[in-house]
């Protein structure tokens, strides 16, 4: 007989955990939402890089590593972002939070599917591919700021301009960033007459 194992009961969690604590909303979002999100624009930015710029990235493993990025935050919560990066040491103190977490959720894992989400959790070691990654869930969240301040929410003014500048610096070294930006960001914000 096989042992209960908790994890996805922990995961599913997700829809739970609200993002954007400091803002006031328009649409409240929640973690699930995002993360879909993310998966969706990591394995996009895979495609672009593979097609256009002769790469050979994994779109899948991209997307999966997109949907469980922020796992952790199921028992941290999502920390603000001026928090979060307010200085070096609180940065740290909430990695190492967020890898404790992740351990967490890893040990209600049945032992022999343990390596395959270890990885998936901790993003392996294609630095590129996790940048990637990294870039998607800017993205996400730049087009929150997107369709906030289109929703006429000045709230998201600074945010957007604080996520888009870390955006304009990823295109550097990511041209796959530069492309989703100029072809797919400009439709967003728009209502379903202006896009169909």
Same mark, same amino acid.
């Not at 209960?4 to 922990?10: P, T």
């Not at 599913?12 to 803002?23: D, G, P, T, V």
């Not at 990695?95 to 270890?118: I, M, N, R, S, W």
């Given at each position: 007989?096989?042992t ?7 995961i ?12 006031r909303?328009?649409?409240?979002e ?37 949907l469980?990025?922020d796992?952790?935050?199921?028992i941290t ?9 307010r200085n070096? &040491?609180?940065?740290? &103190? ?25 990885e998936v959790l901790h993003?392996?070691?294609?630095e ?22 289109? &929703? ?8 957007a ?10 295109? &550097? ?7 989703f930006?100029d ?8 209502t379903?007459?202006?896009l169909?």
């Open positions: 007989m096989a209960e194992s908790h994890f996805f009961a922990i599913s969690r997700m829809k739970y955990i609200e993002r954007w604590a400091l803002m909303s328009a649409r409240p929640n973690l699930s939402e995002h993360s879909l999100e993310v998966a969706m624009i990591a394995h996009a930015l895979c495609i672009i890089g593979n097609v256009r710029y002769g790469r050979d990235l994994d779109a899948n493993r991209a997307a999966v590593m997109g469980y990025h796992a952790s935050e199921i919560g999502d920390m603000p972002t001026p928090v979060k990066y070096d &040491a609180l940065k740290g &103190a909430y990695k190492e939070v967020e890898h404790e977490a992740e351990g967490e959720l890893l040990a209600t894992l049945p032992k022999d599917l343990l390596p395959a989400f270890e993003g392996g070691d294609d590129y591919l996790h940048g990637l990654v990294k870039a998607a869930d800017k993205l996400s969240a730049y087009i929150k700021c997107i369709e906030e301040t289109s &929703a006429g929410n000045a709230e998201f003014r600074t945010a301009a604080t996520t888009l500048a870390s955006l304009e610096e990823m295109r &550097a070294t990511r041209p796959e960033v530069g492309d930006m072809e797919f960001l400009p439709s967003y914000g728009r379903l007459d202006e169909l």
